[in-house]
DNA sequence: GGGAAAACATTAT
DNA sequence: TTCCAATAATGTTTTCCC
């Protein structure tokens, strides 16, 4: 943490430069923060990306002061409107509390680089760290001691230390290894949740009870055991909820362990002077706004601020600080972790040479279809992440109406995407696929189908499901809607929150599985489909539908791949359109390609209306909005990038329940 | 005005 | 000499369209 907040000392620039590199990390107590700070500022100061950390300081200073502007314009009836609010948030949020089980948050000792020791012993008690010049992963013990540390770049790390010896990235290595630790895990938890390769929750309620032993007891012998399968060690929390053991094991950093007990006051002992920044979710940001914006240091101050916090903040974001300030965190074990996007990146020296942007994209799509594939995935938001040489990120975004994973498919889109920045200068692209189809949650596959699952969120201890953007205060007026609501769940939400909630309908008889190339087999898995790479290629020649969404009934993206050859006869004199007479000439492409999709939905929909009665109701469901005419449709026009301009912020966000 | 999608931002490993 | 990553999740704000 600098120490000088406001700046104007100009003796020490340094001092004013925020980065997250002297934040307290285990191994980091004996460093010369000063020093360090004043190196990693030497090493930035002038470049791309310092000018760019510049900008973002802009900005979230511009936030705190319209906070703190809010909060000056509070009425004495607004705070004790907000302060009643908070109070009666309070005490549904400590009924919530659960102390009935016992969490342990495993975390490896500088794991990557204690694996990269282990197959080098030579390594042993010199600084390394694993990455290389332009960034670093992990760093081990010796290096910390100079201010080395993970997400620095390599060429800083070395001025830091310059004995420091580099080791690249091999996460086959690590994945071996994780694989070990996690069978220990296993034995412990079957149901532990991993958070990386190298952290993990367990829920050890049951091995306590089995064991008959302490949470303690059990963390010293899962340590051993990690140990003896490895010779890697590791630290380890236990406390009452996931958000409390993960704080817990860093206390003891590397190779120890803390216990909180399972007892309210312990815990508000705990969390009492807790610095807020140790709470998982709450990085640089946001501890920089609500110290300056509110001094809330420790998470105890969480509550003596709750009527201004109330006030301020949306309803997640209030909740989640209120739970912080009580220590209040998820017990419960979610029964499957589902994938909601997949993406890839790539960082290159910046250029603006658009052949070798292109040849990027191309190279990125092609690589994120084989990850779809592995995985069975097929999506249909396309999300292209471009960061500027000056390090400004934009993304650009596509929702299709057709799922697609074939690199061609991904391509296409991505360089609609990417052609409407042209000309510009990159550094990075990268892209991103999410809309699964037949999302595992039980989402439908029909993004416009409203049911029971789609409308039940998450699970969520708190209750904060309704609409975030409410303002907190109002929703004291709220109660007969939240009366409403309830009475409208037949089943306490938290059960149906799960996944266990699945619609029979999307069980693996869906007809048109073979559309994506996935299947839903019955236990949610997604298996591939062999054949349903060719299946889909198939033309939809001789108004067969075999291949086409039956649900949705859409002009699909493959289907007009694919039958670009159709296309062609689909124009009398290669400019008039056979069914409706409409002139374009072959020169408009896209054009031509959309009211070509336009027949083609308008034909699907004949037949789908035809073949309703033998549909079940779900199947049956056509959205009226997903027949296009050649005129809906159309790109929207991106106005030009607003990035760099500071608008006055009204709120500020923070996602909630996170503690994962 | 409201809902969906896009854009932007924060966090974590 | 080199000059700030990759992946995923989630939350807020803005924009678009009906």
Redesign the pocket.
């Known amino acids: 943490m600098a120490k000088s907040e406001s700046s104007g000392d100009t003796g020490r620039p340094w001092q004013s430069y925020h ?1 997250v590199y002297t934040n307290a990390k285990a191994g980091m107590e004996g460093v010369d923060k000063e020093k360090v700070q004043r190196i ?1 500022y030497e ?2 100061k002038g ?4 000018e760019n ?1 510049e900008r ?1 300081e802009a ?2 200073k511009q ?1 705190i002061e319209n906070m703190q502007d809010q909060i000056a314009k509070l009425t004495d009836a607004d705070i004790s409107h907000y302060q009643k609010v908070a109070d009666k948030r309070i005490l549904e949020l400590e009924a919530t509390r659960d102390l009935t089980r016992i969490w342990l948050h495993v ?1 490896m000792d500088a ?1 990557y680089a204690a694996v990269e020791t282990l197959s080098n012993p030579s390594l042993n008690g010199k600084p390394m760290a694993v990455g ?4 670093i ?1 992990t760093a081990n013990y010796e290096a910390r001691r100079f201010g080395v540390r ?4 390599g ?2 790390a ?1 001025k830091l230390c310059p004995e420091l010896i580099f080791v690249p990235v091999d996460f086959k290595k690590y994945t071996h290894y994780s694989d070990l630790t996690r069978k220990v895990f296993q034995n412990y938890d079957p149901n532990f949740m991993a ?5 993990a929750y367990l829920d050890i309620t049951n091995a306590c009870y089995e064991r008959d032993a302490t949470g303690g007891e059990i963390a010293e012998e899962l340590r051993k055991s990690v140990y003896e399968e490895t010779g890697l060690t590791c630290s380890a929390g236990v406390g009452p909820n996931r958000l409390l053991a ?1 704080v817990c094991s860093d206390i003891n950093k590397p190779n120890g362990q803390f216990v909180l007990p399972n007892d309210r006051m312990a815990v508000m002992a705990f969390i009492s002077s807790l610095p807020i ?1 140790k ?11 609500l110290r300056d914006a509110f001094g809330i240091v420790t998470c105890e101050e969480m509550l003596q601020n709750s009527g201004f916090l109330c006030a301020l ?5 209030a909740d ?1 600080f209120l739970s912080v300030g009580l220590g209040l965190g998820r017990t419960d074990t979610p029964e499957v ?13 910046a250029t603006d040479d658009e052949a070798f942007l292109y040849q990027k994209l191309a190279d990125l799509a092609e ?1 994120l279809s084989v ?1 779809m594939k592995k995985e069975g995935l097929c999506g249909r ?1 396309l ?3 471009l ?1 500027t040489a000056s ?9 299709l109406q057709k799922y697609i994973f074939s690199s061609e498919d991904i391509l296409k889109h991505a360089s609609k ?1 990417l052609k409407a920045e042209l000309p510009i200068s990159l ?2 692209i ?1 892209m ?1 696929m ?2 699964f189809s037949e999302d595992k949650d039980g989402t439908p596959s029909d ?2 189908q ?1 049911t029971l699952s789609n409308f039940i969120v ?1 699970g969520d201890a708190t209750g904060s499901n309704m ?3 409410t303002p907190f205060g109002s929703d004291l007026k709220d109660e007969h809607f939240r009366t409403q609501l309830k009475a409208s769940l037949p089943i306490d939400n938290h059960k149906l929150c799960h996944s266990d909630f699945r619609d029979p309908l999307e069980s693996s008889e869906i007809p048109d599985a073979g559309n994506c190339n996935c299947i839903l087999s019955y236990d949610g898995e997604m298996k591939k489909c062999d054949g349903a790479l060719n299946k889909s290629k198939a033309n939809f020649e001789g108004s067969s539908l075999d291949n086409v969404d039956k649900r949705t009934s859409l002009p699909n993206d493959e289907a007009v791949s694919s039958s670009n050859q159709k296309e062609q006869y689909l124009w009398v004199d290669d400019y008039k359109c056979l069914l409706c007479g409409v002139e374009l000439p072959p020169s408009f492409v896209e054009e031509r390609q959309e009211h070509s999709d336009f027949h083609l939905a308008e034909r699907l929909q004949k037949e789908e209306s035809s073949n309703l009665r033998n549909l079940t109701p779900k199947q049956r469901f056509i959205p009226t ?1 997903k027949i296009t005419s050649p005129s ?1 449709n ?1 790109r ?4 030009s ?3 760099g301009k500071y ?12 503690n ?1």
């Not at 972790?337 to 020296?349: A, C, M, P, Y």
């Open positions: 980065t990693v090493m930035s470049s791309k990306y310092f950390e973002k900005y979230i936030k975390d794991f290389s010049m332009s960034m992963s993970a997400a620095m770049p060429f800083i070395r958070a990386s390769l190298d952290e993960k920044r709470i998982g979710g709450i990085g640089k940001v946001t501890e920089h706004l903040f949306s309803r997640s974001s989640f972790k589902l994938r909601k996007s997949i993406s890839n990146e790539r960082t290159f020296s690589m990850d938001t999300t292209l992440k960061k390090f400004e990120v934009r993304t650009r975004a596509v929702t995407l550094r990075l990268g991103r999410s809309q993004p416009t409203k998450t609409d975030d953007r909005d809906q159309r929207k026009k991106h106005k990038s607003s990035t608008l006055p912020i009204d709120t500020f966000f923070v996602k909630s329940n996170r994962s």
